[in-house]
């Protein structure tokens, strides 16, 4: 199943972001220079520069046949995806695969080469999603009206359990004044045995040399392994165990340009991540997420509460007691305050060394 983009967008399948760049080049230490008679000497030549793309998320992207990255013309009509505020964003078939750093020069001085990168990524947890839709039952008779109709989905009410709002299930009429309601599977991330399956990564992230090739012994995940890996997190612990821990040492005279060897970051949120044994789940994973960040931005049609989750337990024996309840329930996942968003901090210096 194939998504529609530009339905994906009017719902408002934005994803937050953030990016911020420090990027610092410099020499810290003193030169200094004494000589006898007719000695000269002058100062070291530094000639450090660093160069590193500012751009890792963007605001707007092209079209497929235009590449799916970043665009810097929000009215070009390439433009597939247009953030509606001045945030950067990611949806599916965004993508960048040309941020690159750099290092160039000859210094005549010893040095070193430190770097970090901060991150955050998100994802969703490996459960079964419904969409909770009110249905009008005020007596039993209805309810058993309702549940012997053709295609009747489970009904649950709404009961508190330490403190929040969960949809207790019901085999039968509860109470006067309950709303009911039906649950539609949204989406099934869980294993076939029904058992929760892995967390859904949809932004993979990649780190390579800049052939492409597996940089410093870091393989990146492929296949199904790639949307159920943190990638992000795999790329900044990589790349904080070389820059951060040690850094790269240089001596007076080398080409930083091929000693720096550093590395190419890439990320992509596939258009569809499912093939012909997923049916479909991952492009409705993908639909559910943007109606979470489409509500948190202020659409009114979306209801948070109305998304509901399986993954909670802890009452059902208390549940059950009560007439019409069956027990098991489901939880509320999402809030206004849920964090589906990334964050890419990449901090590079070079200095000087004794």
Known sequence: MKKNKSMRIASGLLVLTLITMSII????????????????ARVAKWGVTIGVDKDFFGQNYDDKANGNTISKDAKS???????????????????NTSFNLGITGKPEVDGVINGELASQNFSISGEKYY?????????????TAYKSSAGALDLYVIREYSGSDVYAKTNGFTKAGDKFYAAEVACDLKKADGSTGPNYYPVVFKLTDQAGNDWNGYTNPTGSAAI???TLAQV?????SIYKTSGVNFEAG??????????KISWEWAFTSDDSTTNGKYDAADTLIGDVIAAQQGDTNIDLKLIASTGWSGNESNFAKESGLEGPYLGMPFNANSKLELKFNLKLTVTQRD
Do not use: W
Not at 25 to 40: E, I, L, P, V
Not at 78 to 93: E, Q, R, Y
Not at 131 to 143: D, F, G, H, L, N
């Open 25 to 40: 080049s410099g020499t810290f230490a003193k030169y200094t220079t004494a000589g006898n008679g007719d000695n000269q």
């Open 77 to 95: 009509a390439t433009v597939s995806v247009v953030s509606s505020t001045a945030d950067n964003v990611v949806a599916p078939g965004t993508k």
């Open 131 to 143: 969409r909770m839709k009110e249905v009008a039952i005020t007596s039993a008779a209805e309810y």
């Open 228 to 230: 159920h890996t943190d």
């Open 236 to 240: 900044t612990t990589k790349f904080n």
């Open 254 to 263: 080398e080409n930083l340009s091929t000693k720096a060897s550093l590395p």
